[in-house]
């Protein structure tokens, strides 16, 4: 049932399977709940940064699953559950930074962010090019780490510079990928 077609496409357009369609809707959610938290924080606050930080990684994952939607069709449930486990993530971090309660948990902000590249991280196990986006799941779960020593050992706090840093690295993140897939096209 997932995966039938959609009754509207004739049969000489694509097919889109209902898990394409489910996923969509799902990320459009959380696209639209992470707009609402940018548009209510002040402009160089930390929940405005790594608001906009979540908002690229959040499309790129979007992005990620469209790219390899044959995967996904071929291990619809895998796919289902672990994007579901993905996306929470990004809900659960997003209401963190939506009731500004960030700068508050500290240390258990960057924990669920790196249970987000954790479970980003398994999402992967089939799509192409997965050493790459793996090995960039890794760094984000290590600046994680870094931000969680720099908060407990150095009085850190979750502000404006590590907001900077955190969009960079996103920004960085999306440059190399664009480099490395016009490098790389998929073998699909």
């Known amino acids: 049932m997932l995966m039938a077609p959609h009754p509207t496409n004739s ?8 898990f394409e369609l489910l996923f969509t809707v ?5 696209v639209m709940a992470i707009f609402q938290t940018i548009t209510a924080a002040a402009l160089k606050s930390f929940e405005f940064l ?7 990684l959040v499309i790129d994952h979007w992005l990620l699953h469209y790219r390899n939607k044959e995967k996904i069709q ?16 990004y809900a659960k971090i ?7 309660k960030a700068g508050i948990e500290g240390i258990w902000f960057w ?8 479970s ?5 196990r089939y799509y192409e090019h997965k050493r790459f986006y793996r090995a960039w799941d890794f760094i984000a779960m290590g600046t994680s780490s870094v931000f969680i020593w720099g908060i407990y050992c150095r009085q850190w706090t979750n502000g404006s510079p590590v907001g900077m840093t955190s969009l960079a690295l996103a920004i960085v993140y999306i440059l190399i990928e664009v480099s490395y897939l016009k490098l790389r096209p998929s073998s699909g």
């Open 11 to 18: 049969a000489n357009s694509e097919k889109v399977g209902h």
């Open 26 to 30: 799902l990320y459009a959610g959380v």
């Open 50 to 56: 790594l608001g906009l930080t979540l908002l690229i």
């Open 74 to 89: 071929t291990h619809p449930y895998f796919s289902l559950i672990s994007v579901l486990f993905v996306l929470f993530f």
């Open 94 to 100: 997003n209401q963190f930074l939506s009731e500004k």
């Open 111 to 118: 924990i669920w962010i790196i249970l987000l590249f954790s």
């Open 120 to 124: 980003s991280f398994v999402m992967k």
